[in-house]
């Protein structure tokens, strides 16, 4: 059964089940009420005439007995009541609407009360005209019972006058039920409308099919409603994150640090990916897409990322590899270089300068290479440093590792990959800053204590103008047109989140001067 379908019918079964119970219930309490009305009214007109002045005259004077059932039926017509009945301590009637009647024994048995007792009372029974509803009053007169008069009304008529009463509420319910299917309908109409016209089966379908899609895409999905708090991830993202149930309608700035990576709802940029870390040894790529209604208002965001941990140490092994080519190929370099000196030197038979620039030569390598690894305890950053160090020699850079530099282990907050990407990147922009003449030099320390890692660098570079000083930071913003922009954005935003502190002075060249804490309590 189509959907439309069901919630018309149950709404017509509602509607039928709810006018059915009111109109059965107005009507038994509208005969309710209508019976204790007549009750009243028929006590009050039998009290009326066990009182009147010719039904007591009745009784002393046999003949007046004729005129007094047409003075009853008077009576009787006037307050509309089916019959009056007067009958003496016999229970033999003297008065009846049937004129046949008269003279003859009372029916129905209940009058027996008020011609022993003298009672008033009303009562139920069967008489000539059938069962019907009757006030029983006794006749006194001076002080001595001459019979009983009773006033009735019969069942026929009771009912009759309730359905009149209720009839005039049968339009209304008519109107009411004609009223709730046009509703029926133009509600199913409008669910419709709003599901797309889809079927429940079909929605199910789709969901089901949505969930096994979201569950076995790559990449981690969220949707946030437009407070920011979670409403619906996948499987991915579970994994990625460490969400679980618990975490629904948390907001998302609890769980990781998405939204410092996102600017505000209003940028028009929604569907650039950004890079976050979401914790120590975690990021992510990610990028979002604004949800609006059909007023064009935010009701929320639908994040999408990808696990870039696993991709970084596959790319770090490339670059290492990269790396130690590219220090074998300088080295390489200079070594033949040096060996043409020596080769030139023993030609000219100069041996004493040929066993001083060995010597020398041989000393300068120990020197830088004792400085890196004897003090430099993390592979990875000694690694990077020593390929820095050959390939500014092979482009005539002079690069100073200062020998008072050392490092045993990197902060909390920071990973090896995330410490390479801030000592990398800013050495290669000194690198790239100074002349390659023989005159350019960068100086660079690294240095540690319980509490702070420190890096300086330093270069005779140009310096960097300041109207751009404020924008080097920025995503996208570079100055070498075959530079993307994201170094500095990498690594402001590795410092910042480690809690660290990034410093940049200009003089005679450009100075960087950074502090990250060793603990994760420390603040910046």
């Given at each position: 059964m189509k959907l439309s379908t069901q919630i018309t019918f149950f709404t017509v079964l509602i509607l039928i089940f709810s006018l059915g119970s009111m109109t059965v219930l107005s009507y038994y309490q509208m005969k309710?009420?209508?019976n204790d009305q007549l009750e009243d009214k028929l006590m009050d007109i039998a009290s009326y005439v066990s009182e009147d002045y010719m039904v007591k005259e009745a009784f002393k004077d046999k003949n007046k007995l004729p005129d007094l059932n047409e003075h009853i039926e008077k009576i009787r017509s006037g307050t509309s009541v089916d019959f009056i009945t007067v009958f003496d301590m016999n229970s033999i009637r003297l008065t009846h609407p049937v004129e046949e009647n008269i003279g003859k024994i009372f029916k129905g048995g209940d009058e027996i009360r008020v011609l022993t007792k003298a009672e008033k009372y009303i009562s139920k029974a069967e008489g000539t005209l059938g069962i019907s509803l009757r006030a029983f009053v006794p006749i006194f007169n001076e002080g001595r019972q001459l019979g009983g008069v009773c006033v009735g009304s019969t069942i026929v008529e009771i009912n009759r006058e309730t359905f009149k009463k209720t009839e005039q509420f049968i339009p209304f319910i008519i109107i009411g039920f004609l009223l709730g299917i046009y509703c029926a309908f133009v509600l199913s109409s409008s669910i419709k409308d709003e599901i797309l016209g889809l079927e429940p089966r079909e929605i199910t379908l789709l969901l089901k099919e949505k969930e096994a899609i979201l569950d076995n895409v790559k990449e981690g999905i969220i949707t946030l409603n437009e407070n920011g708090n979670l409403i619906q991830y996948n499987r991915e993202a579970a994994r990625i994150l460490g969400l679980t149930g618990k975490d629904m309608n948390t907001n998302v700035n609890e769980l990781v640090n998405i939204n410092k990576m996102i600017p505000g709802l209003e940028a028009a940029e929604s569907n650039n990916d950004f890079e976050v870390k979401v914790r120590t040894g975690v990021t992510i790529l990610c990028k979002y897409r604004i949800l609006q209604n059909d007023k064009k208002q935010i009701i929320g965001k639908v994040i999408?990322?990808?696990?870039?941990?696993?991709?970084?140490?596959?790319?770090?092994?490339?670059?290492?590899i990269k790396k130690m080519a590219w220090?074998?190929?300088?080295?390489?370099?200079?070594?033949m270089n040096k060996l043409h000196t020596i080769s030139g030197l023993i030609q000219l038979e100069e041996y004493d300068e040929a066993v001083k620039y060995i010597s020398k030569t041989a000393n300068s390598g120990n020197d830088i290479t004792r400085t890196i690894t004897g003090k430099i305890k993390n592979v990875n950053i000694a690694a990077l440093l020593l390929a820095k160090y050959y390939k500014a020699e092979e482009t005539r850079i002079k690069f100073e590792i200062d020998k008072n530099s050392n490092l045993s282990k990197v902060p909390v907050l920071v990973s090896d990959d995330d410490l390479g990407s801030v000592i990398g990147?800013?050495?290669e922009n000194s690198l790239d800053a100074v002349n390659v003449d023989g005159t350019g030099i960068v100086y660079f320390k690294i240095s540690?204590?319980?509490d702070i890692l420190i890096i300086d660098i330093k270069d005779n570079g140009p310096g960097i103008p300041d109207e751009i000083t404020e924008k080097i930071y920025e995503r996208n913003f570079s100055t070498k047109s075959e530079h993307q922009g994201y170094g500095m954005f990498i690594v402001k935003n590795i410092i910042e989140n480690a809690n660290g502190k990034i410093t940049l002075s200009v003089?005679?060249?450009t100075s960087w001067h950074i502090e990250i804490p060793m603990k994760s309590g420390e603040n910046k």
């Open positions: 309710s009420i209508l999408n990322f990808r696990d870039l941990t696993e991709v970084k140490k596959m790319s770090e092994e490339l670059t290492g220090s074998l190929r300088a080295q390489n370099h200079e070594f990147n800013l050495i540690e204590t319980d003089d005679k060249g």
